[in-house]
């Protein structure tokens, strides 16, 4: 006991280190006072949201780092800024996986207080449907974004897509009846759950629609919070009004468009300017002119330009303009919109103020800003870093005749020759363009301009001379093509205007080691390096007894008392390994690098205890001993009763009896469902979570484990999780009546090499008649096999595709569905049974596998009893397969996955699991 004492303490010291309770140590950037989301609800199970976030700033920033995770995919509509009632520009540019960073038009100052508007759209349903007595119904699941600061107020407002009576004009009016009326069903967890709990009325396009109001107060770092309720699903396929994607501030004719039209040509013009923050960003104003020879009459022209997503960069459209035979019109720019009213990402619609006719000719003109970091490689190349810029593919309605594209660079170039004389893969020159990227366009053209800054040079006379800026032109000649070709090229960056950061100089100078190509910047590099790691030391040897006091102050109290857990002087050994001496090179507390060492000292210490504690979680939990068993391994019992015990194995045990034996109880509990199914005692409804409809008959030909099973079902059809000991239970004592006087060692062998030959007869038989007749006999021992979820899968399709089906290939269909992976659905029917309660069903089955051990079931059903009490699992399960989809959806890092898949035995570990790592934050 002491030994596991022991790895507990050290993984504590790991928590501890990392997590660092000390609230009064830690100052948070920003306030956040209020979070706000407004949901409508749309028709198919889509949403339009409006989420509000309200901060108190106290230092300074251009940005939010990281706002996420959102559900995708999902359009942004609008974002925006408020400040003082006065509007601020807001981007959001996208991270991956779901998260974004909010880009600001301004620079935010202490103590004022910011709201951030971002609307947006979720083009997949976030509904699922399920059945509630017999009725279809839609389970809705929300999950605010998290924080990793705390959230004074949390507001979510959701618009249901289910109409009420305009009479309801005020929340005082919706009695429980008004909506007990509508079939909406509502958890009192959920309603608890939240400070208020509000249904209310909202009138929109004519129609009067239920709303919810829901408020959260002071959340608290981290927290994760989530609504869940459930509508009938005929208001799924109805939905709400919908969103309005008019063109504000702009009137149009009634949209007409008749016959076809020609582009002619294509110009983008592109006007590149280093960010003011940074060498390698750039900010970019963007003009695209498209010229259209009108040969029908319309005012609108539909997905004419299809732009980049924001792997290139954020590109964001920010107004047009139009001309009809050199005459300027009122044009407004919106985003396309396909025939079911969403968005399409991306695409651009240019809507006119006068109707153009045959034979007139159109420029229309887009306005964009984009925003990008260029890559830099830690690399010197003759002394110069290279940086890599792209300008993405686009994309027309129809293919055009003329294309040519500019960029003004911000980039000087040489005053030694002609830019008339450069040629575009001339390696000495500033900007180098990929070969294939050349042969993309027949002509290109280099030009400089004047300006009276940046980089100058002196003349003869002593007088100042500027280098001439770069402008690169790329011309298509004859083009015929609706796809504009992506533009790349690299430019160098001048060491002198970089300020690399120190693990950017590291890299740098390792990866020109290997090249053995060292330049003076390497040089200059490796000083700066080394004069940093100088200081870094002199600062902690003369700082030492401040530094160390801080560690000791910081972590020393912890420290001791898990030293105390452990029976150890861990204090000691981490703060004063050479005893309390004053001066010490590494081990004092005045004159030291001691305060240096001591966090590699705790980071060792974490380490050799989570490495500990994992190992023996490995070696003692029976989820993870699973994991590497290629077949589960009979253990001997712990007491055998040497008098009766014979050499013979015991014959006539049952299949559910057997899947017992060899440690597979969902196998056990599948098969008595089925059994039942096929008796005609249950139908099902759903199969994960389990769901069953009882049908009332005589139960006197029942076996005890299948009467428990029945008791165990709960009104709604679900399975009380804590009763799934009680039927494993009954059928261990089955069990035990006929083997206690076997040789279990012998008996196990003997019914698995019976398992294994029934399976291999089945897979090698080729005559389907043969096939299905041989299953309907012996299906619950090929069910049995670890195998069967997988090589099964051919033969029942086949079987249900055959019009003469017996009970057992009706059960498959049944739990099936509409499925057309048998395999998977199989398994997530078995899963829907055991795995939620694996913690007490694989700590009854290592009771059996000591079969003359009787297990501890009182104990375990008095603990299941305080924790849930008759909590059936539909109610467990509506949380935990929301949380099962979020995450298998949405995480694509490994690491969490691993964490999730790893602690996935109960709710709160898989929450803490899945939601500690990926969060919103400044």
């Not at 309603?191 to 129609?207: A, D, E, G, Q």
């Not at 994992?614 to 077949?631: D, S």
């Not at 059936?872 to 996955?897: E, K, L, N, R």
Request: hydrophobic share 40%; aromatic share 12%.
């Amino acid at each position: 006991m002491k030994k596991y004492t022991g790895y507990l303490g050290l993984f504590l010291i790991s928590l501890l280190f990392i997590l660092s309770p000390v609230k009064e140590l830690y100052s948070a950037p920003v306030t956040i006072e209020k979070t706000k989301y407004h949901i409508s609800i749309l028709k198919g199970g889509g949403c339009e949201i409006l989420y509000q976030l309200t901060f108190r700033e106290h230092e300074s920033r251009d940005r939010i780092r990281t706002i996420g995770q959102f559900i995708e995919p999902m359009t942004f509509l609008e974002s925006y800024g408020t400040y003082n009632k006065k509007r601020f520009k807001v981007t959001m540019e996208s991270k991956g996986n779901g998260f974004y960073s909010a880009i600001f038009g301004i620079t935010t100052a202490g103590k004022g207080l910011y709201t951030i508007n971002m609307r947006y759209r979720i083009d997949r349903s976030v509904i699922d449907e399920t059945s509630i007595n017999n009725k279809s119904y839609g389970k809705f699941w929300w999950s605010p974004i998290q924080w990793k600061l705390p959230v004074k107020k949390q507001i979510v407002q959701i618009i249901l897509p289910i109409e009420i009576n305009r009479k309801y004009k005020r929340a005082s009016m919706i009695k429980d009846r008004v909506v007990n009326s509508t079939g909406l069903i509502t958890g009192k967890d959920t309603v608890k759950s939240h400070s208020k709990w509000i249904y209310y009325p909202t009138f929109w396009k004519k129609k009067n629609y239920l709303s919810i109001h829901s408020e959260k107060n002071d959340l608290y770092a981290n927290q994760k919070e989530s609504l869940v309720f459930y509508i009938p699903y005929k208001y799924v396929k109805i939905g709400a009004a919908g969103g309005d994607y008019k063109v504000d501030k702009f009137k149009a004719l009634k949209l007409k468009e008749e016959g076809v039209y020609a582009i002619k040509e294509f110009y983008a013009h592109i006007n590149m300017e280093k960010s003011k923050y940074s060498e390698v960003s750039i900010d970019e104003g963007v003009g695209i002119a498209v010229k259209i020879s009108e040969k029908g009459s319309r005012n609108i022209y539909r997905e004419l330009l299809t732009v980049p997503k924001a792997e290139s960069g954020y590109l964001m459209s920010v107004g047009g303009r139009a001309y009809i035979n050199d005459k300027k019109v009122k044009a407004k720019v919106r985003q396309s919109i396909d025939k079911n009213r969403k968005i399409i990402s991306g695409t651009y619609d240019i809507i006119l103020g006068k109707t153009v006719k045959k034979g007139d000719v159109v420029i229309v003109i887009f306005s964009f800003k984009r925003f990008l970091k260029v890559h830099v490689k830690p690399e010197l190349f003759n002394g110069k870093f290279i940086g890599n810029y792209s300008w993405p593919r686009m994309k027309l309605r129809f293919p055009g005749e003329f294309m040519q594209i500019k960029f003004e660079t911000p980039f000087q170039g040489t005053v030694d020759k002609e830019f008339s004389e450069i040629k575009p893969g001339d390696n000495d020159f500033i900007i180098k363009i990929e070969p294939k990227i050349i042969k993309n366009f027949k002509k290109w053209r280099f030009s400089g301009r004047t300006e009276q800054k940046g980089h100058y040079y002196l003349d003869n006379k002593n007088k100042r001379k500027y280098f001439p800026y770069i402008d690169l032109i790329a011309q298509s000649g004859s083009w015929n093509n609706n796809n504009i070709p992506e533009i790349r090229f690299g430019y160098e960056i001048d060491p002198k205007a970089m300020d690399p950061s120190l693990g950017f100089m590291v890299k740098t100078l390792f990866n020109d080691l290997l090249k053995f190509e060292l330049s003076r910047w390497d040089g200059y590099f490796l000083i700066y390096i080394f004069g940093a790691f100088l200081s870094i030391l002199l600062i902690a040897y003369l700082l030492n007894s401040l530094l160390l006091g801080s560690e000791i102050l910081f972590f020393g109290l912890f420290i001791y008392y898990i030293g105390k857990a452990l029976n150890m002087d861990l204090f000691s050994k981490i703060f004063f390994p050479g005893g309390r001496k004053k001066f010490s090179f590494t081990s004092g507390y005045i004159l030291s690098l001691n305060s240096i060492l001591v966090p590699f000292r705790m980071i060792y210490y974490i380490l050799a205890g989570i490495a500990a504690l994992l190992l023996k979680i490995a070696e003692i939990h029976p989820a993870i001993k699973r994991l590497f068993e290629k077949k589960p391994q009979y253990l001997a019992p712990e007491i055998i009763v040497e008098t009766f015990s014979t050499d013979e194995a015991a014959e006539g045990l049952e299949a559910i009896e057997t899947a017992i034996l060899l440690n597979r109880p969902s196998k056990a509990i599948n098969l008595i469902v089925m059994d039942l199914f096929k008796k005609g005692y249950i139908d099902i409804i759903n199969r994960n979570p389990l769901q069953v409809k009882i049908f009332e008959k005589p139960q006197d030909e029942l076996k005890p484990y299948e009467v428990i099973f029945l008791k165990s079902i709960a009104e709604d059809g679900t399975i009380y999780k804590n009763r799934i000991p009680l039927i494993l239970k009954s059928v261990s004592e089955s069990l035990q009546s006929k083997i206690w006087q076997a040789d279990v060692e012998k008996t196990v062998n003997v019914y698995r090499d019976k398992i294994d030959k029934i399976q291999a007869d089945f897979r090698k038989e080729e005559d389907f008649t043969v096939k299905k007749k041989y299953f309907d006999d012996y299906h619950p021992w090929i069910i049995i096999h670890d195998r069967f979820d997988i090589e099964g899968t051919d033969f029942l399709k086949e079987a249900a595709a055959d019009p003469v089906k017996s009970e057992a290939v009706a059960f498959f269909e049944k739990i099936s569905g509409t499925s057309e992976n048998i395999s998977e659905s199989i398994k997530n029917f078995s899963e829907g049974i055991v795995e939620h309660v694996e913690g007490i069903s694989g700590r009854i089955v290592e009771k059996i596998e000591n079969i003359f051990t009787a297990p501890d079931l009182k104990a375990l059903e008095e603990k299941a009893a305080n924790i849930s009490g008759n909590i059936s699992s539909f109610s467990y399960d509506a949380c935990h397969s929301a949380c099962h989809s979020a995450c298998h959806s949405a995480c694509v890092h490994s690491a969490c996955h691993s964490a999730c898949h790893s602690a996935c035995v109960c709710h709160s570990a898989c929450h803490s699991a899945c939601h500690s790592a990926c969060v919103s934050n400044f």
